[in-house]
Each structure stands twice: as C-alpha cells, then as structure tokens.
C-alpha cells in the first residue's frame, strides 16, 4: 500500500513545489491539503492549493480550511518580506485559472485527526508552514502522538543561523508555542531545517529545463521559479540560486535516506530574544528515548535529479 502524505502549506512558491514533488512521487498518496497562514493569508493559500492541483492534473486532493493565524494571536498579516521573496499572490505574481472547486467544509484539524485515526503508521504528515494545525490536533487528540507514522517539518535550524533573526527561522518564528508543542510532544518528528535545505539550490538552467518541456504547468512552474531566483538574489545573493526548502521536506517524507539526522529531544525557546529558536531540551538530554531526527546533512546531488526529473515528467504530463 502507498504511503499516504498530508501537505500543511501556506502555498508560496517552495509550498509549489511540495506539491508538486509529492504529486510526482508514484509511491505515495497526497490524500489531502491542509491550509494555513505564513507566505500567504489562508484564503489565498486554499485559493493556491486548489488552482495548482488542477493546473497540475490532480483535482482529486481536497483541500482542508486550517489555522488562520498563531495559537496566541488574534489575526495574522503578510510580511512585507515575505510578500516580496513570493510575490503578492504567493505564486511569484503568476497568474493561474480559479478552480471550479471549493475548499472542503471539514476543518484542517478535524482531518488530521480523522486521518491518523484512518491510515495510522502509513500516514506521513508534512507541514512546511507555522505547526499551529498539527498542535491544535495533538491538543484536541494527543493520544495520535502513538498513532501517526512520521511527522516531517520544514522549519528551524540547529547548526545555522536562522533566517529571520540570528536564532530564528521564518516557519518556527510565526507561531514558537505551536512547535514546542509538537517538538515536546513525544510525536516522531523529523526536522528539515535551513541545516540542509539551504544547501539545495535551483538555478535559472534548471528552471530552463522545465521552461522547455512546453506544457502550461511547466511554463508556470518555470516563470514561478524565476521569481523566486530573482527574490534570492536581492536577499540571499551568496547563494547563487533559491533554496529548495519545502520540497526538501516533501523529499524526505517520501525517501528519509536523503538526509542524514541526528537522534534529540528538541524544545522551542518561546520567550526573549531568542523567542523561536530551535533547540536541544536541556531538560531531556538524557532520557534514552529520542524523538526527534535533525537533519544535518543531505545528499544534493542525488536530491536534486530526484526534484528535477519527478516535477519535469508531472510537468510533461500535465495540460
């Protein structure tokens, strides 16, 4: 039976990419998208979600209506950064077709829930956003802590510096309370972090490849993602192309041996200045039972032929 794959996105340009990764992956089932708040309002993300599936030729996901701001927090606004690095549709300003579909009436908790429930060990959940909807579901179900498979996050960084303060990384930083839940909740949590997702780069000639496959969705994807190298080389022009950093995440919640982790018990520092940072629980150092991977290191080269040829054949089998 194919492992079954839940998205958690606040679809930006990298969110795009998750999607499209899993959707080329035949070993696995993206049985559904749930939405959230951080490139994007939630609206615009279910909005996203919804016209990619279908630009992609997968309307069957159905897409949850999550968390539209952090657990202590009353609303949520787009940073003007983050509007600048993803454009202001999140999609890098490239216009796609509505859906003729609609968000789902379940909330994105409640289908959390029910899909741990449903699937068990075969369920990987992949949030590549804020962790608010998977702590609001270990709040209102802890005992799913024991029942999921895997939980596989894009967010913090352990031996870097962050990316939003010197502590801090962008996902951790909108919602610190969500993920010291999920991190101290005995939940299996891998987490891909800016550790390894910012040694996996795309370039304007891998772009290029896509550009000339010719379909519609290579186009976008293609345009997509040269907003988003053009972004990098204003705010990261030492890198030399855009960080992979969603799909790297969707990448490793379908084949873990990209990466290479190291066992911990992490907290989140949710007071003072290094409000976010992602960090080794002093408190648990050394109770024998681990519960979290960090990646350290990842193996590009083979990371990066899996995204360009999975996401290039989608693309050439899309309209």
Request: proline share 4%; charged share 20%; aromatic share 6%.
């Amino acid at each position: 039976m194919k492992k079954k794959i839940i998205l958690d996105l606040d679809t930006g340009i990298d969110d795009t990419l998750a999607i499209s990764y899993i959707l080329g992956s035949p070993e696995v089932e993206l049985i559904g998208i749930t939405s959230t708040y951080g490139n994007v309002l939630v609206d615009q993300g279910i909005r996203n979600d919804l016209a990619v599936t279908d630009l992609l030729g997968h309307p069957e996901v159905p897409v949850y209506p999550g968390e539209s701001h952090a657990l202590n927090a009353d609303s949520f606004a787009v940073s003007d950064i983050s509007a600048f690095i993803h454009g202001k549709n999140g999609i890098g300003d490239v216009n796609i077709p509505d859906s003729f579909r609609n968000a789902e009436s379940m909330n994105a908790v409640d289908f959390i829930i029910d899909s741990v429930k449903k699937y068990g060990k075969d369920l990987t959940f992949v949030p590549t956003g804020p962790e608010t909807n998977i702590a609001k579901a270990l709040q209102k179900a802890p005992e799913i802590k024991d029942e999921i498979g895997s939980i596989v996050i894009m967010g913090g960084a352990l031996t870097v510096c962050g990316n939003v303060s010197a502590t801090t990384e962008a996902n951790i930083s909108q919602d610190p309370e969500a993920c010291d839940i999920l991190f101290r909740s005995g939940a299996p949590v891998t987490m891909v972090g800016l550790d390894v997702t910012l040694q996996t780069l795309m370039t304007y000639k891998d772009s290029q490849q896509w550009r000339e496959i010719g379909t519609s969705a290579a186009t976008f994807l293609a345009d997509m993602v040269d907003y988003y190298i053009k972004a990098y080389e204003t705010t990261s022009p030492h890198l030399g192309g855009c960080g992979l950093h969603d799909p790297l995440a969707a990448a490793v919640a379908v084949d873990p041996t990209l990466v290479t982790t190291l066992d911990m018990n992490m907290k989140v520092d949710t007071e003072g200045e290094i409000r976010g940072r992602t960090i080794g629980d002093n408190e648990r150092l050394n109770d024998p039972h681990k519960t979290i991977k960090v990646a350290v290191g990842v193996d590009k080269e083979r990371f990066l032929n899996e995204f360009m040829t999975r996401i290039g054949n989608l693309a050439a089998s899309a309209k």
